[in-house]
Every structure is written in C-alpha cells, then in structure tokens.
C-alpha cells in the first residue's frame, strides 16, 4: 500500500454519506449595478470610464499614459499593436499598457472575470504596467454567486478574477498599489 | 413560582454585597426565593483548566442544592453558562437535565420571565456597561458585534429603566476584560493588558461605575483601578438595580 | 527584533506573552493595528445583510466535504490528471517536502519562487529545501520580509504585522540597497517590487499554496492580493500547487459561496486583487498538485476537532482575539497562531503545543467571526480536558486543582476555608500582597469581608 490507498483508505472509513449541499442564498440586490460596480471599483483603486465608442479608447489611454514604452492590445480595432506572441512570456516584461476584453464584471467587488482564451499570453496582464480591460455596459452581475451562475461549467484552461491594481498593505496596513502586478487598472463599460 | 438564589463563590466569600442586593431586588420584583444553604461552586474554575473530571463533587453537591426549583437564579453570565452547558451529576440525570433547562442569570430572568417594564430605581451617575463575554455570546444576554443581526440589550434594558442613569458609550463595545478564569494568573501580563485597556476605554468616556453582570470581571477591573488610585469603581448590575436611594 | 526559537527564550505562550508586553506601548501598536483590521471586517460583513446565511452556507458545505472526502478527493484527482496536472499524495509533512524536492531537482534548478502557502509553513518545507540546496524566495511582500529577517510569519494573512515601518526600512536597506532611513511604504514597495522581479523572470519553478480545490472540475484556486503567485506561475517551467487535503470544495460554483467570504473576513476586502483559476498548464509547462494528509484524516475522525478542519485560513480569528493581539504571532511557536492554531497545533503534537489552547479566555470572539462557524472557543475547551488527561501539566497544577475540588464540593470546609482565608487577608494582609501572587503583581486583591452572604444570610433571613 504506498501513501495514496492509505490515505484514501483512512478517508474511507471516516465517510459518513452526507449529501447535504445548501441551496442559493439569497442577497439584496443594488438598484443601480453600474453604479455600485464603479463605486466599488474606484474605492479600490481603479478607474472606471464609460464610453459609447471603442476609438474613445484608444484617445484615452493615450491621454493618460502617453505613447512611451511598449503597448499590446488584445482588444482589436484600437489602433493599438496586437501581440505578437511567441510563447515566451519573458519576453513581455517591458510592456507598459495591456489591453484586454473581460466578459463580465461583478458590481459587489469590481472584479472583472478574464479567461486564458483573452489574454494572449497568460503572463500579460500581470506582468505589464498599466491594465486596461474592456466589458459592455450590460455585462455586470450583482454577486460572485451570479458570477459563478454565468461561468458554467465553461473549460477555460485559466481564468482569473480581476478587482483593481495589485496592491499590498503588508507595510503597517498603508496601502499601496502596484505589488508586483499592474499599478493601475482601468475599466472601460461600452454600450 | 419556586426561585432558589445561586451565588457564586467568590461572590459570598468576597462580594456578599452582591448576593444581598439580588436577593432583595428580585423579592422587590415580588419573587419569593430560596437560598439553599450547602450550595458552593459551579465548578468552572477546574474544568475551564481542564479538570472537569474534578467538577463531580461539585456538581453532586449543586444538584442536591438546586433540584426541583422552578428557576435558579444567578446574578453571573460565566457561572449560568456553567451549568447550562456541563451541569451533570453521575446516575442523576433528569435532575441535572432539568437543572440546565431552568437556570437563568439575573437579567434574563427579569427581563424574559418576569418581564419586567419598569424598576423603582435610582442611580444618577455616568455608568459604563461592560458586556460580560460568557453571558453575551454564551447566554445571548446582548448581541454582539461581531454578528450581523439587530442590536439588542437585555441588561441594558434594565439599566435604561433606573432613574438619573447617563449609559456611556465605549470605543470597543463588547472587548473580553481579560480575567478568563485561572487565566488571570497564568497569563497575568495579557490579562492585566486586556483590564488596564478595557479600563481606559471606560474612563477615556467619562464612566464614573463601570458595572457587568459578573462580579469575576469587576473583581479583576477593580483590582487595576484601585491599584491606579483611580476615582472609578465598579458595581454589579444588581446593585445598581437594586439602588433606590443614593 | 528577538529570534524566537532560539535557546535563550522559553517555549510557553504565557512566558512569552510576558516578554512581548514589557514593551507596552508596542502592544498598543500592534493591538491598535489588527483591531483596525476586525473593525475593517466589520464595516465590510454589515453591508451583506444574508452574511450569517453565506456563513452558514459554507459551513454546510465544508461539512459535506468532511464527511465525504474520500470521493471528493478521488473525483479531484481525476479531473486535475484529465487536465495534465500530476497528482503526488503525501502522508506527512517530511513526504511532503521530499516529493516537492524532487519534482524541483528533476527540473534542475537550485531556486524557486514561492507565493503564500500556511502548508508548506506547517512541513518547514523552506527549511528542508535550503538542507537540500534550493534557495526559495517567498514573493508575497509581508514573507520576503521575514525571510530577509530569519523569522516565521507571524500572521497567516499579515506575514509581518508585527514590524513597523522603520523596521522594515532598516531590514531594505540592509538587503535591498534602498537609502537608509527611508521608511515610506510607497518607497519600500517598489523597491521590493524591483527586486523580486528579477527571481519572477528567472525562476523557473513556482510554488503556491491553494485557497480552494474544486473536486467537480480538477482547478486549484489561488487569491493574492499582489499577484505574485500569478506571475510566478505565469513566468516558470513547473507549477507545484501544495494543498492540505480539507481544502477542497464539491463544485465550482460554491466558490460563489467562498469568494464573498474570504478577503471581507480577512481584511475587510469585498474580494482579493486576483482569483485565480488554474486549470491546465500552460502548453509545454508542468503541473504539479501535493495533497498533504499530516494529521488530517486523524483529526476527521475525532468528532470534538474534526471542525476545526473547515478553515479557510483567512485570520478573523486572529484579528478579533483580545489575546492575540496583545502577545503577537511568534507567541504561539507554530505556523498558524491565535485561536485557530491554538486547536490545530495541539493535534499536531499536544505536549509542545499544549499551551496553546490555555491562551484564552474563552470569550468566543473568533467563534463569532469564523465564516465557516468553527466552534473555536469550545474546541478550546475541550482540548484543555484533552491536555490534561494526557498528563501535560504540572504536578502542582493538578495538585492544587485536587485541592480546590475537594474544598469547593464539600460545604462544610468551603465555609470554613473561606472564612478563614478571609480572616487571614484581614489580619495578615501581606501574606497575599506579595511579590509571590501573580494577581498582586498588577492589581489590588479584593476586599475580604468579614461575614460571606450566606453567614448573612443565616443572619439576617433564614
């Protein structure tokens, strides 16, 4: 018997047939989920654009970061370089702004769900600078169990949440944003 | 209705004053109370350091007490609990069962079964509440902060029918004092922390009595004010219940 | 900042507890700063009016896995290995750390990047690991600085919430190269960010502990708010995801369940910066997935503790624990402190941990904070009775408990012995007020009255 069967053989004796699962839990839903997605997204650091038109993008992003340094979009039609991505993640370790589309964003806490199919490359949006992520206007869910309600059981081989800038309060709880990941995030809601 | 008075320990040994003001408040509220004369201790004091197994002659001897009352009453939230949680007596169960299904501390007792609506009391000082841990979350004597739920207050209830009384409010509501039983000893410098800051925060906002319904959390309160010569004193709810003149 | 561990300092919680409160305003300090994170919880838990609901839900739950755990694991493992993950099953912490070694030596690297992971702090794995010739480098902020210091986290959540800025300044400037005197966190993030940087892009294996397995699909989820588990992962040849075995949950979608819980109880966050979701490695890369037992399947069939094994690790416990936080982490002598180390510990090993469950006062804070409802503060209790009865206390403990019952149940020698140890303190005051009372240290003794109730009693009514 090597470590495994003795581990489940332990387990095994241990079972007691439960299948007590819980149902939904219900929450208080917000009137305004916009709203709240971009007072809970801003209080955490990022900002939130709404816009009608994808050029809009591109002219702010431009406003904000200035042209220097390099740029990857995953979002087309931007006027911004696509990737051109040879497996090498080190490679992209000079990038200052990547842009991505996310499917949904989550009103409760500002995070923006992103799949691997997304990203290009999976090192991109964490190694880059500055992020920028695109979702529609009607694309927000109320609570992570809407979230969960929209995955599925979708196959993504990787997908993240994103709420913010990375950041870290491990000195003296001052928070500071930008730890390892991006030091800023912004979210762009088109209709 | 047949009520027995259960006093703690260290409450007729150190705090008669306590026993006596209970005794007469509840014979005020109209109640007709025994006090069983061989009773002792709960108990706690061994199996909370572990020593349950030491607690039989103490519970043998509460259950030749306290059996076959209608109500046991407690003027403490930790002793209560005690017995709620771990009264049993070998070979006695049904007595012991019975026991536990009928002790009351002293507030929930006035406020759930006597339902009391108004007290002919008088105490016109600035009194801070310290919420006794055993009898908020062990007892749901108050609610406490750390669940989302609707405020309640059973001994505060009380306390807001006294006349004169000014109810201060604290900086961390519902902060363990640090007294824990033997842990008082055996954990001396976190135990005194915890008083000297629970202290603090009652003086910081102008308590001239700090009161509880556990004589054991104002022991260990008192012990720090006196030794810091403070103005400050401490005072059972019972007591203060129970003031009608002051 | 003291070495705890080495010889000259006393094992014990309470001796140790006794040297971190002669400092008495750096207890303020460090008290004042976690009830900034409880109070934090709080203010984030109350906007969730169905929060006990989540609560109970996820308990309901993890429950449901204990009891069914041996399927849960077997679907997982399933599931991870249709992926492309191997999965390695570790009885113990030391097979824990050989098969980690291995899988690295196979990669032919003598460094590693390693994101937060109480587990492998549970086995020493870093210990082993530098034994055998790795270098690890932990890259969440709060680890690298008590590695750069040569102490164990004190916190599961907040690695150094027992250093002050300055301190840390001091500790860059040594390390790091930053200018001395230069205590700005902004400053010393950055500059922690450069240099940790540099081990992302040159470590080819990423270590990272797991906040949730998922048996219905095989994925690891891991949340950080620095997001330097994902950009580990994302830069390395070989993944190695550690995981206790009470760490899964049935189906994907009871993260819904778990996410809401986590970071709000942990630091007050609606959710961490990043939950990541990994599934199948990256094309080319490996993925490995350490199940650890190390007393788990002993603890699940002991039905007083088997619910101390729903933990999430998220440190409400911690930050809510009067005690906690007036005697810091490293008082606890164990990877996980405060309340819930104080239950698991003693499973461990209950004569070097048998301290712990003594560390309280039983106030049953922690109970109330714990978003998977650990009865914490009765796990305490009943581990006292446990100690006890295994003989971890001294004889003149266990003496003077015998005393006290016999004194306390006899009526007859309890009035007695009262009245004359009041007599005594009345007469003789000093024989209590005294250096030699632990009590006396700090406070004044009672009042010793000359009659007890029940004499006035007797008196006066009866």
């Known amino acids: 018997m090597n470590s495994r069967d003795r581990i489940l053989s332990r387990l095994k004796e241990a079972r007691v047939s439960n299948n007590k699962l819980p149902e939904i839990v219900e929450s208080v839903l917000p009137d305004d989920l916009r709203q709240q997605l971009t007072s809970v997204l801003q209080g955490i650091g990022g900002t939130v654009v709404t816009t009608s038109s994808l050029k809009d993008i591109t002219s702010y992003l431009l406003e904000k970061f200035k042209p220097a340094g390099r740029w990857i979009s995953m979002v087309k039609d931007l006027d911004i370089p696509g990737p051109s991505l040879n497996g090498n993640p080190h490679e992209l370790e000079n990038v200052q702004v990547s842009i991505f589309h996310g499917h949904f964003a989550v009103a409760e806490n500002g995070a923006v769900w992103i799949t691997s199919d997304l990203m290009g490359d999976r090192a991109l949006p964490f190694i880059c600078e500055h992020i920028a992520v695109v979702v529609g206007s009607s694309d927000i869910v109320p609570t992570m169990r809407h979230a969960y309600d929209r995955i599925g059981n979708s196959s993504q081989d990787f997908g993240t949440f994103i709420a913010g800038p990375s950041k870290t309060a491990d000195i003296e709880q001052s928070l500071v944003l930008g730890a390892h990941g991006p030091k800023s995030l912004t979210l762009f809601l088109v209709s | ?246 | 900042m003291t070495q705890p561990g080495s010889p000259q300092i006393p094992l014990d919680h309470a001796s140790r507890a006794e040297m971190f409160n002669k400092d008495s305003s750096r207890v303020d300090w460090h008290d004042e700063t976690l009830w900034f994170v409880r109070a934090k919880r709080d203010r984030a838990v109350k906007q969730l009016p169905e929060w006990e609901s989540l609560r109970e839900a996820a308990s309901t739950i993890k429950l449901n896995v204990l009891d069914n755990l041996h399927d849960y694991l077997l679907e997982f493992e399933r599931q991870a290995q249709a992926n492309g993950a191997v999965v390695h099953w570790a009885e113990t912490a030391e097979d824990h750390n050989r098969i980690v070694h291995k899988i690295i030596a196979d990669a032919g690297v003598t460094r590693i990047v390693k994101s937060k992971s109480m587990l492998t702090e549970e086995c020493h794995l870093n210990d082993f690991l530098e034994q055998q010739g790795i270098d690890v480098v932990d890259t969440d902020l709060g680890e690298r600085i008590v590695q750069l210091a040569g102490e164990p986290p004190s916190h599961i959540v907040l690695p150094c919430i027992h250093w002050k800025k300055e301190e840390i300044g001091e500790l860059f400037a040594k390390h790091l190269g930053t200018t001395p005197g230069s205590s700005d966190p902004g400053y010393l993030t950055a500059s922690a960010r450069v240099h940790l940087r540099t081990h992302f892009l040159t470590s080819k294996v990423a270590l990272t502990g797991v906040n949730f397995a998922v048996a219905e699909t095989g994925e690891v989820v891991v949340c950080t708010n620095e997001g330097n588990a994902d950009l580990g992962v994302q830069l390395a040849d070989v993944h190695i995801a550690c995981m206790g075995i009470e760490k899964i949950i049935p189906k994907r979608r009871h993260l819904g369940v778990f996410l809401r819980l986590l970071a709000r109880s942990a630091t007050g966050q609606p959710i961490t910066t990043y939950s990541s979701h990994f599934r199948r490695p990256r094309p080319g890369q490996q993925m490995h997935i350490v199940l650890v037992d190390n007393g788990r399947t002993k603890r699940l069939s002991q039905p007083d503790f088997r619910g101390a094994l729903k933990c999430i690790r998220c440190g409400a416990c911690m930050n809510t624990c009067p005690v906690y936080r007036r005697s810091g982490g490293h008082s606890y002598h164990h990877a996980v402190a405060g309340p819930i180390g104080a239950i698991l510990a003693p499973g461990l090993d209950a004569k070097e941990f048998g301290d712990l469950p003594f560390a309280s006062t039983l106030c049953g804070s922690c109970s109330f904070v714990c978003p998977v409802k650990i009865d914490i503060h009765n796990q305490l209790y009943k581990w006292r009775q446990v100690i006890v009865k295994e003989g971890y206390v001294t004889n003149s403990k266990k003496t003077g408990m015998k005393l006290m019952a016999g004194v306390l149940s006899r009526p007859w020698l309890y009035t007695s012995g009262g009245k004359t140890g009041r007599w005594l303190m009345r007469v003789f005051p000093w024989l209590v007020n005294n250096k030699f009372n632990p009590w006396y240290k700090q406070r004044e003794m009672p009042p010793p009255p000359s009659i007890s109730f029940q004499r006035w009693y007797k008196e006066n009514k009866s």
Do not use: W
């Open chain 2, 1 to 246: 209705m047949k009520v027995a008075l259960f006093v703690p320990c260290y409450v007729d040994q150190f705090y008669p004053q306590v026993g006596i003001a209970t005794l007469q408040l509840l014979e005020k509220l109209g109640v007709t109370v025994s006090v069983p004369e061989n009773q002792t201790c709960c108990g706690q004091p061994m199996a909370n350091s572990g020593f349950a197994y030491l607690s039989h002659g103490c519970d043998e001897n509460f259950v030749d007490s306290f059996a076959n009352f209608d109500y046991v009453v407690c003027p403490s939230g930790s002793c209560t609990l005690h017995i709620k949680d771990h009264l049993r007596a070998e070979g006695r169960e049904d007595e012991s069962s019975q026991i536990r299904g009928h002790i009351k501390e002293l507030t929930e007792f006035i406020t759930d079964v006597l339902q009391v609506k108004e007290l002919n009391a008088k105490f016109p000082h600035k009194v801070g509440l310290h919420q006794s841990c055993h009898g908020q979350r062990g007892l749901g004597l108050s609610q406490m902060s750390e669940v989302v739920a609707p405020p309640f207050s059973k001994p505060e209830q009380l306390l807001r029918m006294v006349e004169g009384i000014q109810l201060i409010e604290l900086d961390r509501r519902d902060e363990c004092c640090g007294f824990g039983g033997t842990f008082c000893v055996t954990e001396e410098a976190v135990s005194v922390k915890m008083g000297i800051d629970r202290v603090a925060d009652h003086i910081k906002h102008g308590a001239e009595y700090i009161t509880a319904g556990d004589m054991s959390c104002l022991m260990h309160l008192e012990g720090i004010l006196r030794r810091q010569k403070s103005k400050t004193q401490v005072i059972h709810i019972a007591q203060i219940l129970n003031a009608t003149t002051r």
